[in-house]
């Protein structure tokens, strides 16, 4: 009689490799903890917070950190741990939209720059008169012609970030589009939104997620450093970038008005560009 052949074990899935790799990463692995500390912070701002971010109290002006107020207090007595904990909440919700938003507009001219060659060099020549100047320049640009303002700054960032996602993708498309299996399935007659969707975007997702981990660092970044130049939100919203920006007048008697705010954005920013290097080494090991 035959021995019992021995039960075939499922060779894991590429997501589930991908979900190991990252896990062993000890850098992508801070950067993560580093954003989730923050993200449950400024989500449960309510019920963290000691104090309502517009509670002014003259008698506490310019307090340092201590029992009664963690952080400190600005120059009205509002409390600076209870206006980071809500600035939070503003400056992570303006990386989320920015991000989405130019990666569906980047991504979808990306295919098509890619996929339709003949409409390649419309869209190209676009994008390489934005490419042209510095991302933060010409998002003051922008601003200069649709007024200071958070909406104004979240859409400057979205234009001035569209480029890099478009340059990817497209070239991402032009490796895959010239594949066997592309031109098989197309040879077969399949619409091309059905090879757009089912065989092209599953395959260049790597170099999207990678990006979009880094450039929602990045627009965080950018959307501070305008309000900072008092082109983004204005006071008294309390946004990281224009948090920084009252503090600055009061350096030499209440360091902490910057430095806090100025703290809350380096460790964001550091969080998500050491979980998008470990994105990056996770989906592509070689």
């Known amino acids: 009689m035959r021995a019992a052949e021995p039960p075939v074990t499922p060779s894991p899935s590429y997501w589930s490799q991908v979900a190991k790799r990252l896990f062993r990463n000890k850098t992508a692995m801070a950067g993560a903890l580093i954003l989730l500390i923050f993200t449950i912070g400024c989500v449960c701002a309510p019920i963290i917070a000691p104090y309502p971010i517009d509670q002014m109290n003259f008698k506490d002006r310019m307090m340092g950190p201590g029992t009664k107020h963690l952080l400190g207090t600005d120059d009205f007595g509002r409390d600076i741990f209870s206006r980071l904990l809500y600035g939070g909440r503003i400056s992570l919700l303006t990386g989320l939209i920015t991000v989405t938003v130019a990666s569906a507009i980047g991504v979808t001219l990306g295919v098509i720059a890619g996929y339709y060659r003949r409409l390649e060099i419309y869209i190209m020549q676009v994008m390489d008169i934005l490419l042209a100047l510095p991302a933060l320049l010409l998002a003051i640009a922008i601003i200069a012609v649709l007024g200071p303002g958070l ?7 979205v234009i001035a970030v569209i480029p890099s996602y478009v340059r990817i993708v497209r070239a991402s498309v032009l490796s895959i589009r010239e594949k066997e299996y592309i031109e ?7 619409k091309d939104r059905v ?3 089912k065989h092209i975007l599953p395959n260049i997702l790597s170099p999207i997620i990678v990006l979009m981990t880094v450039q929602f660092g990045g627009s965080i970044l950018a959307a501070a450093a305008l309000s900072f130049l008092g082109l983004g939100a204005q006071p008294p919203i309390p ?8 503090g600055k007048a009061f350096l030499g ?3 902490w008005m910057s430095i806090f705010p100025g703290l809350a954005i380096m460790l964001v920013v550091l969080g998500f560009n050491l979980l998008g290097d470990g994105l990056r080494d996770a989906l592509d090991p070689k």
């Open 184 to 190: 098989a399935v197309r040879a077969l007659g399949i």
């Open 195 to 197: 090879i757009l969707a």
């Open 253 to 255: 008697q209440a360091w």
């Open 239 to 246: 946004e990281w970038g224009a948090m920084v920006y009252v």
């Open 151 to 157: 909406t104004n700054a979240m859409i400057a960032i």
